[in-house]
Structure formats: structure tokens, C-alpha cells
């Protein structure tokens, strides 16, 4: 079956440090890769995703994945982060059906 | 377009008691899907449908759970008798269904289940 792992479930960053958040997928065929952010107070909405072609997908405010096939990852990064990226984010992957299947999230918290 | 309308935002109910969550998806989408968000497990797939009919329900925690999808315009979500356990935010999801790189999820706002 196929499965998400988001390591990191809480992250506590002060501004302008840089950003990696972990993503793990089981699934050895073809897969389309997700990162959703939900803000306080608000529903979730796609950040950035990858379908297929370069590797590196940059999504909207700044943030970025990588899909390294061979590590099953597809992490997101952020060189700066800001207050306003506090939310909880989560990687998501269908793989050929309409399923998609979503990792635990991980909360980040951005200090002022 | 007004987006997925979950209803309703709220429910406080007492153990034992029906619960019906209702989603309207984006108009001319064709899938649905429903997902349940805890502190402990994130999002949990529960049941998707593509053009009205039930595809995957394996994420369905028990019987006391049921969904429909009578036509493309609405879905619905039981839980009968509820438990306090229950207690999540139950998310409403639709998409177009197509295999293309426009493909996304569009999410309601949700509904806040609490289970006394």
C-alpha cells in the first residue's frame, strides 16, 4: 500500500533561517508529488507539485521541492522563512489512480 | 465559483447520535473525496468517488461509517451512532478527475466534529 512519511512533525524556526521539511513515499511506479499548506484559520491549498520533467519544482512564496527518485523524497525548502509561512504543511502523492495520500503534516512555527 | 461548501462548520453532538456532514464540490468535478484530520494521524483518506461511484472506501474506520453520492452535485457523510473518538475536522475534496498537470485538490473549509 501505498504511504507518506513526514518526519518532522513540529518545526520551530526563527525568521530568515532556511527550511527543509522531509517527505518519504512508498510506491514504486510512476507517482505525482504534492506539498499542501494549510494557514491558521484556513483550508488547505497546493503549494507546489510535481507531475514529471525538472526535478526541482519551485511553488508560490519562495518555496521549493526536489524529487530525488532514488530516495523515494520529495523535501521542501525555503532558503528564508517568514512569519506569515507558520502553518501546517503536508506532502501528498497519487500514483496513477485519483487517490491521494497524505502524510501526517508537520506544524511549523515561525518566530518573530 | 464559490468552491467546495462543507456543512455544516460546526457540530457539537452527544454520543450515540446520527451525524450527517454534507459537501457540495466544485461544479464539474469528478471526484470526490473525504479526509479526517486528527492530531495523531494528519489527514486519513476515508472514501473517494469518481463520477458518483464509490472507488476506494478502505480508509473507512468502521460500519458506523457510510457515504453517498447521490448525483454530482452533493455528498454526504454518516456517522451513526457516533463516538467520541470521531471527534477530527472532516475535509470535503473534489478535482477534476483528470490525468493532467492542472490536476489538484480543491478543499472545503471543513467541519469542526466534536463528540461529547
Known amino acids: 500500500a501505498q504511504s507518506v512519511s513526514q518526519h518532522n512533525h513540529h518545526v520551530i524556526l526563527s525568521e530568515a533561517a532556511s527550511l527543509e521539511l522531509g517527505c518519504n513515499y512508498s510506491y514504486g511506479g510512476t507517482v505525482n508529488l504534492f506539498w499542501y499548506v494549510q494557514y491558521p484559520g484556513q483550508h488547505l491549498q497546493l503549494l507546489l507539485k510535481y507531475f514529471s520533467g525538472d526535478p526541482l519544482v519551485k511553488g508560490i512564496k519562495g518555496f521549493e521541492a526536489e524529487f530525488i527518485k532514488s530516495k523515494f523524497s520529495f523535501n521542501l525548502r525555503k532558503p528564508s522563512v517568514q512569519w506569515s509561512d507558520t502553518a501546517e504543511y503536508f506532502c501528498?502523492?497519487?500514483?496513477?489512480?485519483?487517490?491521494?495520500?497524505f502524510g501526517t503534516g508537520t506544524r511549523l512555527k515561525v518566530l518573530a | 465559483d464559490a468552491g467546495v461548501i462543507q456543512s455544516p462548520r460546526h457540530e457539537v453532538t452527544e454520543m450515540g447520535q446520527e451525524v450527517t456532514l454534507r459537501c457540495k464540490p466544485i461544479s464539474g468535478h469528478n471526484s470526490l473525496f473525504w479526509y479526517r484530520q486528527t492530531m495523531m494521524r494528519g489527514l486519513e483518506l476515508l472514501i473517494y468517488?469518481?463520477?458518483?461511484?464509490?472507488?476506494?472506501d478502505s480508509g473507512m474506520p468502521e460500519d458506523r461509517f457510510s457515504a453517498k453520492m447521490p448525483n454530482a452535485s452533493f455528498s454526504t457523510l454518516k456517522i451513526q451512532p457516533s463516538e467520541p473518538r470521531d471527534s477530527a475536522v472532516y475535509f470535503c475534496?473534489?478535482?477534476?478527475?483528470?490525468?493532467?498537470?492542472?490536476?489538484?485538490?480543491?478543499f472545503g473549509s471543513g467541519t469542526q466534529l466534536s463528540v461529547l
Open positions: 501528498a502523492v497519487t500514483s496513477g489512480t485519483y487517490k491521494y495520500i
Open positions: 475534496a473534489s478535482s477534476t478527475g483528470e490525468r493532467s498537470t492542472n490536476e489538484k485538490l480543491f
Open positions: 468517488f469518481n463520477n458518483n461511484v464509490p472507488i476506494d
